[in-house]
């Protein structure tokens, strides 16, 4: 619900979202960050055929969620 009402205002703006669940976002760009620095920038598409770092996350929260 907070998400949903964060994009209902957002307009012009420009919104960060942090989370550890990428699968959540309906975002046009992702930074992927690791260790406080960039790693990589683009869409899912683009970051789960080139970064590691961002593959390894959405196969972990993938995981968990059959989990539990």
Do not use: N, W
């Amino acid at each position: 619900a907070m998400f949903e009402a964060v994009l209902a205002g957002k307009g012009e703006r420009s919104v960060v979202v942090v989370t550890h669940a990428p699968g959540s976002l309906r975002a046009g760009q992702t930074v992927v960050l690791a260790a406080g620095k960039v790693v990589d920038i683009g869409t899912h598409s683009e970051l789960s055929e080139r970064c590691e770092v961002y593959r390894t996350i959405t196969e972990a929260v993938a995981v968990e969620t059959m989990e539990s």
